[in-house]
């Protein structure tokens, strides 16, 4: 990790570059996400299609501003944000989206986990910031409340009227696209 040549007053160049390094694995994960929802946008069908179809744009809107915050976060840091598909391709640490053409059911089971996965991650990022940076901190954290918001949203659809997700247990898309459509 090459240190930055100046970064944000009181952090040192060290935490700088690892505040950077925390944020930019966010930055893969949240282009990813946004690229995510617009595919399942585009291929949901079935029953509840124009609800779902809809209920996604907002959510991209959001996570693309998000995106943009994180990169400028970095680059307020002293470090160049890496925001090209390549990068992207060649640092993820998951699959690319399993499902195409699906039901609106299947697509929500699917990202049930997507979803999971993302703020997990965005979780662990805050967590390594809270004692560097507080105000990268404070980002990530303002960018849950919308995360964790959206995750319900999908898993309203997902819920029993006795609070059981359909997809419980389930660890892959495809288990959990399964799981729902069974569960519907
Ligand atoms: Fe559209």
């Given at each position: 990790?090459?240190?930055p040549?100046?970064?944000v007053?009181?952090?040192?160049?060290?935490?700088?570059?690892?505040?950077?390094?925390?944020?930019?694995?966010?930055?893969h994960?949240?282009?990813?996400?946004q690229?995510?929802?617009?595919?399942?946008?585009?291929?949901?069908?079935?029953?509840?299609?124009?609800?779902?179809?809809?209920?996604?744009?907002p959510?991209?809107d959001?996570?693309?501003?998000?995106?943009?915050?994180?990169?400028?976060?970095?680059?307020?840091?002293?470090?160049?944000?890496?925001?090209?598909?390549?990068?992207?391709?060649?640092?993820?640490?998951?699959?690319d989206?399993?499902?195409?053409?699906?039901?609106?059911?299947?697509?929500?089971?699917?990202?049930?986990?997507?979803?999971?996965?993302v703020?997990?991650?965005?979780?662990?990022?805050?967590?390594?910031?809270?004692?560097?940076?507080?105000?990268?901190?404070?980002?990530?954290?303002?960018?849950?409340?919308?995360?964790?918001?959206?995750?319900?949203?999908?898993?309203?659809?997902?819920e029993s009227?006795?609070?059981?997700l359909?997809?419980?247990?389930?660890?892959?898309?495809?288990?959990?696209?399964?799981?729902a459509?069974?569960?519907?």
């Amino acid at each position: 990790m090459s240190l930055p040549r100046y970064t944000v007053p009181t952090l040192s160049m060290a935490d700088g570059a690892k505040v950077a390094a925390a944020l930019q694995a966010q930055l893969h994960a949240l282009n990813d996400l946004q690229l995510t929802l617009k595919h399942v946008h585009w291929n949901v069908v079935g029953p509840h299609f124009i609800a779902v179809h809809e209920m996604l744009d907002p959510q991209v809107d959001a996570v693309r501003l998000m995106v943009d915050a994180i990169a400028e976060r970095i680059a307020t840091l002293g470090v160049p944000p890496v925001g090209t598909p390549g990068a992207l391709v060649k640092a993820r640490t998951w699959n690319d989206y399993a499902l195409g053409r699906a039901t609106t059911i299947e697509h929500l089971g699917a990202l049930d986990k997507v979803y999971e996965g993302v703020i997990a991650a965005h979780r662990k990022a805050a967590d390594a910031t809270e004692s560097l940076d507080a105000v990268t901190n404070d980002l990530l954290i303002g960018q849950l409340h919308a995360l964790e918001q959206f995750h319900w949203f999908v898993r309203a659809h997902l819920e029993s009227s006795s609070g059981t997700l359909s997809t419980k247990g389930e660890s892959t898309e495809r288990g959990a696209a399964e799981a729902a459509a069974v569960g519907e």
